[in-house]
């Protein structure tokens, strides 16, 4: 890492130590922790229910230090995982010393680690989502002798007593941009990337969403924070810890944060749209050809998502309202197609700095320095999950479906066929609409699809068997088929249903 990097860096471990977090050591972590003060250390891992489990621990000797730190500690497995039997439930979970940050919240001097679950014998737990999400990276890594890389757009809605909309009443669903004192939790959010950045996460910027409105009694905001690309091990990490920190950030300010897929029918809802980019082992972006156009490498990775968009929904939209936010006219994709910045599609291909151009020159007439063209930043935009996403699985089906791509000898052809630039859901494209393929209409209709395809995911060992029957039951159980019939005209049912799922993942 450049000098200057490792100084500006947010992350007081990484400016510290002066090397980047990917070469952290038990050694390096136990210098910080003696020469800084630290006096506790948190251990904190996935439950089955996506969220963010924690493991306290206080120092009491450099010993004791070295002894979590080299094995680990054990925890209960059937209490995190319905899989896992009673009798047979002891599982290690192991810190990931490149996921250290301190504790913005913790009242005394803390450091916390991601960790991941081992069984008895030592090996990685194989039904383990940080797992099952590495098995499907390195299965791509060996097949195409790539690398992908991927960021989050994590949508949330602030939700706050009505009378905070009184002054500078912020105008209903034409939030999009707005500045203090039309967006009132402009201060919250940039709290939240100032704590996420300090915890390692890499933030490319942030801002107020479009959808925002007041009922009798509540004030309802939405904002986004959009992630730079990193590996698709650390994008999962970054979005579960953004989501820890908001809601934590949430609690200290006496407001309410969600990032339910809906909160009120005709208003705007959270996506959770997924860029990614694969690059070789230097990390070089290979997602455009000389041209400037999309490479054969991409068009071949979107056609493999396009092929298995219907069962991703089974770990991007896991619960009944995701399919209340999957409609035409509500800028969400309902039919499988893609494009270059159509926001009705599926997959987006959004503006990608691939031209040489002089705009800084031409907006900053006294700029006399060299503009540097800086290649690489294309990425292609997944926008079918949501909030409900359980992110570890979702990103490891995304790239098992990617590598699909690769393999289907007509991909290039799919992606021809499936390529559309106009908006489908205008009354004069309703031919283009009608020859695409429709997304699952509920949970019910995506485990169909999952069940489909479980030969496809359980390939190589990547999901377990057992995983994929339990996205399948869960889905089932809601028995959803037919909700937005059943809700149609009934609003009360719709607020009821949407308050049940608030803080769901």
Known sequence: MREYEVLMNPNPIVKYLRKPSSEFTRYDIIRFIEENDIEQVNFHYVGEDGKLKTLNFV???????????ATGERVDGSSLFTFIEAGTSDLYVIPRFRTAFVNPFSEVPTLDLLCSYYTKEGKPLESAPENILRKAHERFKKATGYKIKALGELEYYVIAPAETNSEFPNTDQKGYHASKPF??????????????????????????????FTTDEHYYEQHEIEFNPVDIED?????????????????????????????????????????????????????????????????????????????????????????LRLVPNQEAPTRICWGETNRSALIRVPLGWTKKTQMIRDANPYETAEVPYIPGKQTVEFRVPDGSADVYHLLAGMVMAIQHGFEMPDALDIAHNLHVEVDIFKPENEHIKNRLESLPR????????????????????????????????????????????????????????????????
């Open 235 to 323: 994008a999962a990490d970054q979005i579960l810890l953004a989501k820890w920190i908001l809601r934590n950030l949430a609690y200290q300010y006496g407001v309410t944060i969600s990032f339910a897929p809906k909160i009120s029918q005709g208003k705007a809802g959270s996506g959770l749209h997924i860029h990614y980019m694969i690059t070789d082992q230097d990390d070089q972006n290979l997602m455009v050809a000389e041209n400037g156009e999309l490479s054969d490498i991409a068009l071949k990775s979107i056609a493999g998502l396009l092929t298995k968009a219907k069962s991703l929904t089974a770990f991007g939209n896991t619960i009944p309202i995701s399919y």
């Open 442 to 505: 509920s949970c019910y209709e995506s485990a169909d699809y999952l069940k489909q395809d479980k030969l496809f995911y359980t390939q190589d060992g990547v999901f377990p068997a057992g995983t994929i029957n339990r996205f399948i039951n869960q889905l089932k159980s809601y028995q959803d088929e037919d909700l937005s019939e059943r809700l149609y005209g009934k609003p009360q049912q719709i607020i009821e249903l949407v308050q049940q799922y608030l803080h769901y993942m």
């Open 59 to 69: 120092i009491t000797s450099r010993y004791y230090l070295e002894s979590i730190f």
């Open 183 to 212: 967006a009132k939790f402009e201060q919250l959010r940039v709290e939240a990337m100032r704590l996420i950045a300090q915890c390692g996460g890499k933030i490319k910027y942030a801002h107020s969403e479009v959808g925002n």
